[in-house]
Antibody, heavy 117, light 111 residues
Framework: EVQLVESGGGLVQPGGSLRLSCAAS????????MNWVRQAPGKGLEWVSY????????SYADSVKGRFTISRDNAKNSLYLQMNSLRVEDTAVYYC??????????WGQGTMVTVSS | QSALTQPASVSGSPGQSITISCTGT?????????VSWYQQHPGKAPKLMIY???KRPSGVSNRFSASKSGNTASLTISGLQAEDEADYYC???????????FGTGTKVTVL
């Protein structure tokens, strides 16, 4: 079964850090680009970051640029999002999603990140 | 990069057809035939319904169709069913610096 499973979410204080992980299974992870997408409570979807299959191309939304770092380990079939200098407005469910011709065809169940003092 | 504009809500009766618009700019929707559409039920992850403007992934009902004219993309749901009640989001590729921009989302209600 093709599956993505996120982990690492939780409660963190403003200014703190958190590292999200996404474990892929059931497909050739190293062949696909990946995205992180987030959704604040009661709000819409927001694209956060992109990483190509070989990590040669990386991109971030302006709202997280300079604070978040996306990475992947193809040997471990895993995607990561290092989040530093967290702000209250970063509170959201974070989804990892498999890339498919400028879309995302497989999504994880999401992991909740709450930034609050 | 601003979010693409969608109507907040659209409703229809079972069996009817509804259309959701998604308005962007010449930098995103208007420049690329790379609009995708997602369905999201409450508490669930989004599901890809349309990619590359008008293509349906395997397993998605042919009641879902999409098109584009200028800077506006549209998703049409025909033969509306109770299970179609959900939030729908469009998303467009927006170039190598911005990459992707999502729409504001539309809540579809089946009356």
């Amino acid at each position: 079964e093709v599956q993505l499973v996120e982990s690492g979410g939780g409660l963190v204080q403003p200014g703190g850090s958190l590292r999200l992980s996404c474990a892929a299974s059931g497909f050739s992870f190293s062949s696909y680009y990946m995205n992180w997408v987030r959704q604040a409570p009661g709000k819409g979807l927001e694209w956060v970051s992109y990483i190509s299959s070989s990590s040669s191309t990386i991109s971030y939304a302006d709202s997280v640029k300079g604070r978040f770092t996306i990475s992947r380990d193809n040997a471990k079939n895993s995607l990561y999002l290092q989040m530093n200098s967290l702000r209250v407005e970063d509170t959201a469910v974070y989804y990892c999603a498999r890339g498919h011709t400028a879309a995302s065809d497989i999504w994880g169940q999401g992991t909740m990140v709450t930034v609050s003092s | 990069q601003s979010a693409l504009t969608q109507p907040a809500s659209v409703s229809g009766s079972p069996g009817q057809s509804i259309t959701i618009s998604c308005t962007g700019t010449s930098s995103d929707v208007g420049s690329y035939n790379l609009v995708s559409w997602y369905q999201q039920h409450p508490g669930k992850a989004p599901k890809l319904m349309i990619y590359e403007g008008d293509k349906r992934p395997s397993g998605v009902s042919n009641r879902f169709s999409a098109s584009k004219s200028g800077n506006t993309a549209s998703l049409t749901i025909s033969g509306l069913q109770a299970e179609d009640e959900a939030d729908y989001y469009c998303c467009s590729y927006a170039g190598s610096s911005t990459f992707y921009v999502f729409g504001t989302g539309t809540k579809v209600t089946v009356l």
